[in-house]
Antibody, heavy 122, light 111 residues
């Protein structure tokens, strides 16, 4: 069965960077787009970007452009999200999620990781 | 990119029907049929309930249905059940530089 397993919770100082991993299994990793979505405590979902594991192409939210980097390691079937210059407002649960159809990016996300809490103390 | 607008809360009794609206613009909901709805229980990851306006993934009960009119999409839950109590978020593809946007979220309470 399809599974996305994310790395554990992180506490980072303001100005630092964090790298969250998303280990995929149960499907052909290089066939699907993976999105990253975050959710601050008690807040709405916020789309951060996607990476196409088919060809490595990426698309980022304008809000995070320049601060976020999405990568994949196809040999490890793992996707990564790195966010730099962290500030208090980046405290959130970060999710990876997989598209439902091959090589498409429509936010039809039927598989999700369990989420990774990143805390940036004020 | 502003969030899509949803009512903060909607409630209903078991067995009733409720509808959650999701209002966008002519650059997102009004222009594309890539509207999805997600259900989220406390402390859990979101779950896809509807995609491409009115399609249900395998395993989602048929009492969940989606529709769209103009710049507004809607999620209807018929025959409301206690396990439907959760937060619901809509999303849409957009023509802006940020291609996806989520809604503000709606808390559904089963009375």
């Amino acid at each position: 069965q399809v599974q996305l397993v994310q790395s554990g919770a992180e506490v980072k100082k303001p100005g630092a960077s964090v790298k969250v991993s998303c280990k995929a299994s149960g499907y052909t990793f290089t066939h699907y787009v993976i999105h990253w979505v975050r959710q601050a405590p008690g807040q709405r979902l916020e789309w951060m970007g996607w990476i196409n594991a088919v060809n490595g192409n990426t698309k980022y939210s304008q809000k995070f452009q320049g601060r976020v980097t999405l990568t994949t390691d196809t040999s490890a079937t793992t996707a990564y999200m790195e966010l730099s210059s962290l500030r208090f407002e980046d405290t959130a649960v970060y999710y990876c999620a997989r598209e439902s159809q091959y090589n498409r990016a429509t936010l039809t996300l039927n598989y999700w990781g369990q989420g990774t809490l990143v805390t940036v103390p004020s | 990119q502003s969030a899509l607008t949803q009512p903060a809360s909607v409630s209903g009794s078991p067995g009733q029907s409720i509808t959650i609206s999701c209002t966008g613009t002519s650059s997102d909901i009004g222009a594309y049929d890539y509207v999805s709805w997600f259900q989220q229980h406390p402390g859990k990851a979101p779950k896809l309930m509807i995609y491409e306006v009115n399609n249900r993934p395998s395993g989602v009960p048929d009492r969940f249905s989606g529709s769209k009119s103009g710049n507004t999409a809607s999620l209807t839950i018929s025959g409301l059940q206690t396990e439907d109590e959760a937060d619901y978020f809509c999303s849409s593809y957009t023509s802006s530089n940020t291609p996806f946007v989520f809604g503000t979220g709606t808390k559904v309470t089963v009375l």
